[in-house]
């Protein structure tokens, strides 16, 4: 009994390392951070940049000489004995063995082109992995500000609650001193239910926020991650005009940049395609080696060892319009994503001035709800005294009370949308800034 004991204990204290070992700490800063490490999204984006640069080698490979060792055995045997008029068809046994090599000297460009179009490849590649990052970090950033927000409206929430209890109480007292009635005691008793409703409300939702930023940063759902931080704790300017955060959103937007490069390889495509108009020349070099033995002993075996060099020129005059076709093809679609990347661009401009927008938007709810909070704060505490006092109404206390919680409510939701109105902005632009500073 003492070793089983022993045992559990000891898978006991196990399981609470795992569990102190799990409860880590992030900052804002720290969350995007170790997702961009963990994040297997990301992970993915790197194997294809990896790929990507595999790809430069391949196509550089068919500058070079193309080696090959060759051999083969090979045995004839006639059914029934024939005439033989040739020697070839006796029955023999016959093996050849040699290298060959082969050097394309000329390939109407189509070489030149596919190198090219692999770098173009890898700088998309590149610009992939960059959005893929700058997607992630704008995602962790905009759900760690919801879960704070949440965490806000739950402190709201639970000082209703305690207000709300706190008149119950007085209410209560009221009724059984015959100083109000008890339809006071009921009102409160509603008022203090939907507070409590909205705590199981707010506290889910932060639950559903953790389990997301979990996601993120490749968690298990279930692990205790402690996300910290306040939403006043964030920088609230913005460096940049209007037309700084434009020209820098076209030069820095990696979105911008991928539909930039497939314009250029779906050029270089086409110049590949008509490469096949052009001839293609080949240097060629046989180095080989031949036995054949007869199985009739009249006839003698013999060998052969040679080897042989040239030029081959080669040109297709005509493949039945598919060349032509297919230029055509690749030219339109080139044209094509011409026309998505003006798209882009105009979309690019818009997106920025709305988030500078709504970032000016919320800067002045910011100001405005915070003078909210204020004045209903003294509402409340002037309709408290006068019901304490017996001189107001718990209607009145009651319509203080909601607004109180309403404004900080505002106030809470005023420096959310900011910081998140901040977050895209920076998005928008193509510029990582994982502490929002």
Known sequence: ???????????????????????????????????????????????????????????????????????????????????????????????NKGLQGNWSLFAGFAHLNNLIKAKLNKDVAEANQVQAELELGCNVQLQFLRLLKQREDLKSAEESLVRIKKQLAASEAFVKQGMAPYLNVLQNQVELSKAQQNIIRVRNDIRNSEVQLNKYLNFPPDVNVNYVGRLKDFGLEVKYTEETAISTALKYRPDLKIAQKSIEVAFKDMNISMAKFL?????????????????????EDYGRHYWSAGVQF???????????????????????????FETALSSARAEVIRSLLDIGAAKELISASRAGVTAARESYDMANRRYLTNTGTITELLDAQLRLTQAENDESQAFHDFQAARSKFYYYIGQKNSNLK
Do not use: H
Request: some cysteine; overall charge neutral.
């Open 1 to 95: 009994m003492r070793l089983v004991s022993w045992i559990l204990a000891f898978i006991l204290s196990l399981g609470c390392i795992a569990n102190v070992e799990a409860a880590q700490t992030f900052t804002l800063e720290q969350a995007v951070q170790y997702a961009m490490k963990a994040n297997p999204g990301i992970e993915s984006k790197v194997l294809l940049l990896e790929q990507a640069k595999m790809n430069i080698g391949v196509a550089q490979s068919y500058f070079w000489p193309r080696v090959s060792l060759v051999a083969s055995n090979n045995r004839t045997k006639n059914y029934e004995p024939i005439p033989a008029y040739s020697s070839d068809s006796l029955s023999q046994r016959s093996w």
């Open 279 to 299: 001839p293609r020349v080949d240097a060629t070099y046989n180095n080989s080696q031949f036995s054949i033995d007869y199985d009739d002993p009249r006839y």
């Open 314 to 340: 080669s040109w297709e005059i005509f493949s039945g319009g598919e060349t032509s076709f297919d230029s055509l093809a690749q030219r339109k679609k080139a044209q094509a994503l011409q026309q998505d």
